[in-house]
Structures are given as C-alpha cells and as structure tokens.
C-alpha cells in the first residue's frame, strides 16, 4: 500500500520511507585528506568514520559509498541514478577541479541537499572560528585581510563564504605563489577566483602575500609556514593552520612567530575547527526541513550559528566543541 | 593508516571495513511482487522491509538503493560503480528479460557475489519444498512432471535449477500458451529456456499441460487455475500457487479439486515458500568465506539443507517457519 501511494507520489517518500534520515556518503577516494588520490578501497574507511559521526551526532542514517571511477561525468550519472532513496548526498574527499562540477550538476539535476563537504562543511567552520578569532583580536571582521595558503576545493570555498559574508581582502595562494588575474597556468576555477579576490593585485611568494595580513588560513599541506613567517603579520595574527594531520606551522611555532590566536585541524591542540562541527548540523536541518539545496544564506547563517555558541571567546576557544551537544540543533536551525 | 593499507591491499577491504558485512539491496522498480513496475519509489518501501530482513535474520547491513533508471547497461555501470564498498549485491524486482543480462554482466565483472533474488531465492526455496513434498506424496523428485504457470525472472530460474537437480520433465506457459521450440513470439530468454524443457514438445494451454502432471507451480498472477484444472492432474497433485498476495488458486479451492499438497506464498495459510528463508543465509554463508560466486552446486546444495530441515514432512508441513533460528545456518553452511 506504501508502495502504491509512493509510486503515485514520489515526493511523499521522504515521509513514508528511510529516504527521510537518510544520507549517502559517497567519494571516489581521489583527495583523502592527508593521504591524497587513495581510491575507493582507501576511502572506506574514512567515509565509514563519517557515517558514525553522522549517526552519533546527529542521528541520521548514513550510508558509505565509495565510488569505482573518478571520471566526474560518471560520478555524477552514478549518483543521480542511486538517488532517489536518498534524502541527502555528503560528497566527500573528490579531488578539485573535478569536484566544483560534480557538485553543480548534481544540485541542478537533484531536488534533494548535496554538499560537498571538504568544501562547504570546511568553509563554515572556518568562517565561524575567524568570527571569534576577530572578536579576541579586536579587529572588524570584513576589514581583515586574509591569505590563504592553498587554491583547492576547500580553500576556494572558504575564500567565496568570506566574500559573500562581506570580506574584500583575500588573497589565495598554489605552491606557484599568489594567485592573480595575470597567471597563465591557472585552471577554470583558479581564473574564476583570481578575478573575484586579491583586490590589492599581489604577486609573488607566501612571505610578499603575509606582509601585513591579519588572517593566515592554510588548506594546504604539511609546514608550508614557518615562525619568521608569521611575523610579517599585522599586530595580532590570526593564523589558522588547518592541514591534517601535520598542519602548515606547529602551534608553538606560530605562537613564537606572535601569533595571537592559533587554531588547526587537530584534537590535541586548543581551536580544533573541525567539519564535524558542521556537516551533522546542516544535514540534520535540511532533512527535517525538506530543504533542496543549502545556501549560501544557509551556510552564512551556519557559521554565525555556531560562532554565537561561544559567548565569551578567547584565544584558546574559538569555537565549540564536537561534544557540545548545542552544536547540532543551533545548525540546524539555521539551515532554510 | 587502515585507508593507506586498503589503497595498497584492496582485497582486505572486506576483513577491515564494514565491506565485510554489508550487502546493497538495489532496484529499479520495475518489477514489484504483485505491483508490477511502480519505479524507484514505490520499491523503496519493499527494499526496506528486505534490509530489516537481512539484519534481523542474519544480522548483514543492507542498504535499499533504489535506481532512477531501468535501462540494463545504465544499471549495470551504476552498480558497478557503488560496488567497492559492499560484500555482496542483491538484486531485486528487476524485470525480465533484463534481469538476466543485468545478473550476468555483473556477475562478471564485480569480485562479489550477486544474486538476483527474485530469480535465485526463488527457485532454491522452490526446490527446497517440492524435495519434501515428493517425499510427501511417495513420488521419485527426479521423475516428477512439472508445469510451470509464468515464464519471467522467477519461473526461469526455477526451471534452471529443477533441471539442475536432475528432473527432465518441467513445461513453462506465459500468457500464450505452453513455451515451445516452434513458437515465434519468444524473447531471448524464453527461447532458450524453450530449447531445455518441455521433452514432451507439449502444445496449447495450461489445461493441456496439466494432463498427468504431478507437480504445479504458479509462478504467475492471481487466479490463473481452477479447481477442474487440478483434478486433470496425475493422482495425489501438488500445487504451488505463489503469485502474492493472491495466488493462482487458493488453497481451498485447490483442495477441493483434489490437490494433495498446497503450498502458497502466505503466511496465513500452510506451506509458506518465502524467500525470506533463503537469501539472509545465502549471503550470510557468502560473506563469511568470501564466496565471490553463488554457484549451481551451492544453490542446489541451499535446497536440501533447507529441506532437511523439516524431518518428517507432511502436507500441511513441507518447508520450515521463517523464524526457525536453524533456518540461516544451515543455508550459510551450504553456500561454498
């Protein structure tokens, strides 16, 4: 009888069936983070510790897929035709710039939620932690200058979430230095973000970019920065080194550097911003709520969502922790 | 440090991932019991209740997935392409004749076993009660004349594995009539299912076919047979009507035509041939020594265990209850 009604009314699934808890977490394992394009076999693991979180925090049954093609038309006609079971898709550790498009065509082609989540989930959190960072440090948010160590899918996501929170001054940089409208090596996402960031046209290396810079985010790898480094900062650094595992510069590094606020990717150091803050919380909020695709309103309201759960923010706590049971409910209601 | 060993080692997937115990339970929709192709939606409820199955019996994590397409190649990439992550792959309510083609290709291609269960289950069930009711009426298995009431994905396989275990009389009807070699309106499937049955080059309709037949199975829709049909029947008939939820005849009618033995696919009436008491231990068995292929031999060797495990048949009791805690073992321990 379910199966009559529902084949007459599709969209009455997500009442009637699992589809309306349900989340697949699916990655063809080409950019598992700290272990790069691993595969499918290499991902499992991964997406299964998703899964686990996914139910632990927020309840939702989530379900890992690991994917046999990295070939970004195949990904998305796999998963257009696995979707309708579904009542969201978490796409996980696929590598950029394959990973922009997937993403798009599935949101057009689905009229369920998909994030992909080394993006979004990552520029959430990264938002919420830099809100309280300016907080501590006493510095008007929109006025920072930010420069981000790192042009993949996380770092251009973060870049685009503090331009549409009202930040001008963001620079982006590959391991070939500043990223800028002149570079000819640049790839179709690059080009895109050269023309909406670095209004100051910088060029040149790490150390040109940090002269002067508020805000260090690294998404990039290993020790890329280094104490001297941070010194060329404006008073006050904020240097987020979110590599995982070995972050872009040691704490105790950046804190010698006079770094004022330090935060990175790991449990074992105070600041963790960590998408697990985020992605429960958005997930279960776009489910409850039937929402079809996650703002850019949605995600700005996430990221001051959880900023707001630490009232008093210090240098050693930015932003909550994943045990904090407020987390979940305050994202999700800030999803529409 | 398990993900960098897995992309290395994939074949160990299945020891340190939930790969072990997962089976996917996928359909396009296309064929539902007794709905007939209600699409992706109207499955998911049905593919549901079979994932609680499997826990619940044998304690595997099954995922529904539901597929927004019915065209066999598109089928058969997507699965191929979802498949990395799980154990085994049961397909289910696909149609005929695609179906076959779908099991096939897959079978080939993945290193995990697939079984369509519609096809499989059914006909190991099958065998299974008709051992014991041959047993019940004191007539040789082997020699029994069998008239099958449908040609599509289950009658096909049951056909296959009755000729397998060593009878050589089985007649199939489709709508038009009895299947034979001189037929030209025959599929491909049909047609060399054609080549394989009916010895006896039987012509006509169902009452033709059931002129001193021993053995009727309705693998079909509601009310294909009448009580006259059942005494055209060699002496001490038995009558399998499993179209569900209403069966080609119903047991009292069948009965009252003189049917000795009745079984139906109902739990409300005796004799409950359920795939349910198939496919939990089958993949349960394959999961557990790493079974890449569900074989003939296995299959056969499913049906007797299953059978043997009702010791003294009768007709009321051919086949055990579905919550006989001896039921998944005993298929698991004769899958190899």
Redesign the interface.
């Known amino acids: 009888v379910?199966?009559?009604h529902?084949?007459k009314?599709?969209t009455d699934?997500r009442a009637?069936?699992?589809?309306r808890n349900s989340v697949a977490v699916i990655s063809d394992?080409s950019a598992?983070l700290g272990?790069g394009n691993?595969?499918?076999?290499?991902?499992?693991?991964?997406?299964?510790g998703k899964a686990l979180i996914f139910k632990e925090l927020a309840g939702i049954d989530a379900?890992?897929?690991?994917?046999?093609?990295q070939d970004p038309d195949?990904?998305v006609?796999?998963i257009?035709?696995?979707?309708?079971?579904f009542g969201g898709i978490n796409l996980e550790d696929i590598k950029a710039p394959g990973c922009f498009a997937i993403e798009e065509q599935l949101i057009k082609a689905l009229n369920i939620p998909v994030m992909h989540d080394d993006q979004h989930g990552t520029a959430i959190v990264v938002l919420a932690a830099l809100i309280n960072a300016m907080k501590v440090v006493g510095k008007p948010l929109k006025k920072a200058k930010v420069v981000i160590a790192g042009a993949g899918a996380a770092a251009i996501a973060v870049s685009k979430l503090l331009l549409a929170e009202g930040l001008s001054d963001v620079v982006l940089l590959d391991r070939a230095g500043v990223i800028h409208t002149k570079r000819k090596d640049l790839n179709a996402a690059k080009k895109e973000i050269a023309k909406i960031t670095n209004p100051r046209r910088l060029q040149g290396s790490l150390e040109d970019a940090l002269i002067g810079a508020d805000v260090f985010i690294g998404l990039s790898g290993p020790g890329v920065m280094r104490a001297s480094d941070v010194s060329l900062m404006s008073e006050k650094p904020v240097v987020f080194a979110l590599s995982n595992p070995t972050p872009e510069i040691l704490p105790e590094e950046a804190l010698e550097g006079g770094a004022y606020v330090v935060a990175t990717g790991r449990s074992d150091f105070p600041n963790q911003v960590n998408n697990a803050l985020v992605f429960p919380g958005v997930f279960r909020g776009a489910l409850d709520k039937g929402v079809r695709e996650i703002t850019e309103v949605s995600k700005l309201r996430a990221a001051h969502a959880l900023a707001g759960l630490v009232l008093n923010p210090t240098a050693r706590r930015i932003i909550p922790d994943v045990t904090d049971k407020k987390v979940v409910p305050a994202i999700a209601r800030a999803i529409r």
């Open positions: 379910v199966s009559e529902l084949a009314h599709p699934a009637y069936s699992t589809k394992g598992v272990l691993i595969g499918p076999y290499g991902a499992l693991p991964v997406l299964e379900w890992p897929i690991v994917l046999d093609t195949e990904i006609r796999t257009i035709n696995i979707a309708p079971g």
